[in-house]
């Protein structure tokens, strides 16, 4: 069973640059996460999808970042303009339902550094 | 809001050795955690997990028991090898209770060496 699939895995720009990951979750799989790891750090929930309905999206800088998961399959997580303070790994995880008790299942990662 | 905090890292042993990396949590409710591990160049796997207190969640020689009482879900392996080096997050998840997706702590890192 393929896993959690994103791309691009490392990406390099300058600040005030528009940048977009995207992420293809787990045939099956209804709920999709983004997560935000800073270096030292544990991951951070930007954004949760039901299907294509995001259900919270308390934790996502509305200013800059943007997200979408249309047809409740594949997913884009979008920054514009880039802050040099974004320089982190995003990630991209699925679970098969949205329950406490459900296992999320990460991809690898994109790696973005902003010069 | 809920929170786990993790023993500081790095960890270093020797094969062989036994590990603890402690893992502690606060939650307004009642969680569900997880331990991840992330090898070099890796994304985040699932070790184990346990979703109710007392529950043992167990994977390749690794153990970790939900104890409610303490708050706690420390992990544990007798004997480690150099393979197991990594970094292990403990996380906890209150879905539907004002704290949607995972929250994590901040990674123990551990070397095993030969």
């Known amino acids: 069973e393929a896993g959690v699939v994103q791309s691009p895995r490392y990406k390099i720009i300058e600040k005030k640059q528009p940048v977009a990951f995207w992420c293809n979750p787990i045939?099956?799989?209804?709920?999709l996460y983004w997560y935000r790891q800073n270096l030292g750090q544990g991951p951070e929930l930007l954004i949760r999808y039901e299907n294509e309905e995001a259900v919270d999206d308390s934790q996502l800088p509305k200013d800059r970042f943007s997200a979408e998961r249309l047809k409740g399959v594949d997913s884009t997580l979008k920054i514009q303009p880039a802050e040099l303070g974004d320089s982190a790994v995003y990630l991209c995880?699925?679970?098969f339902g949205g329950g406490r008790t459900d296992t999320q299942y990460f991809g690898p990662g994109t790696r973005l550094t902003v010069l | 809001g809920d929170s786990v905090t993790q023993m500081e890292g790095p960890v270093t042993l020797s094969e062989e050795a036994f590990l603890t990396i402690n893992c502690t949590y606060t939650a307004t409710g009642y969680p569900s955690l997880f331990w991840y591990v992330q090898y070099p160049g890796e994304g985040l796997q699932l070790l184990l997990k346990a979703t109710k207190a007392d529950d043992k969640g167990s994977n390749k020689g690794f153990e970790a028991t939900y104890r409610k009482e303490t708050t706690s879900f420390h992990l544990e392996k007798g004997s480690v090898q150099v393979s197991d080096s990594a970094v292990y997050f403990c996380a906890l998840s209150f879905i539907g209770g004002g704290a949607d997706g995972l929250t994590f702590g901040k990674g123990t890192h551990l070397i095993i060496q030969p």
């Open positions: 995880a699925s679970s």
């Open positions: 045939s099956g799989h209804n709920t």
